[in-house]
Nanobody, 117 residues
Framework: QVQLVESGGGLVQPGGSLRLACAAS????????MNWVRQAPGKERELVAT????????NYADSVKGRFTISRDNAENTLYLQMNNLKPEDTAVYYC??????????WGQGTQVTVSS
């Protein structure tokens, strides 16, 4: 049974930091490209960051470049997103995704990040 379980979300003030984690099980995590995707209220899902299976290549949305860092621990089957200098516009539900948006992709249940003073 495939599971992606996100954690680490919460309420943070502007300028603050959070570290999201996604624990994966039930599929060969180390073989998959992994993504963090977010969805703000009333908006479409936005691809935030991508990391290749070995972690050698990462890509970021322009809106988070220089503030967010995606990483993975294949020995622990865990994906991370370090978010620094958070802004109110980063408020969204953040989802962990394996393998993209197609029928063979996997999704977590999401974790809420709220940036507000």
């Amino acid at each position: 049974q495939v599971q992606l379980v996100e954690s680490g979300g919460g309420l943070v003030q502007p300028g603050g930091s959070l570290r999201l984690a996604c624990a994966a099980s039930g599929f060969p995590f180390s073989n998959y490209v992994m993504n963090w995707v977010r969805q703000a209220p009333g908006k479409e899902r936005e691809l935030v960051a991508t990391i290749t299976s070995t972690g050698g290549i990462t890509n970021y949305a322009d809106s988070v470049k220089g503030r967010f860092t995606i990483s993975r621990d294949n020995a622990e089957n865990t994906l991370y997103l370090q978010m620094n200098n958070l802004k109110p516009e980063d408020t969204a539900v953040y989802y962990c995704n394996a393998g993209g948006n197609g029928p063979s992709g996997y999704w977590g249940q999401g974790t809420q990040v709220t940036v507000s003073s």
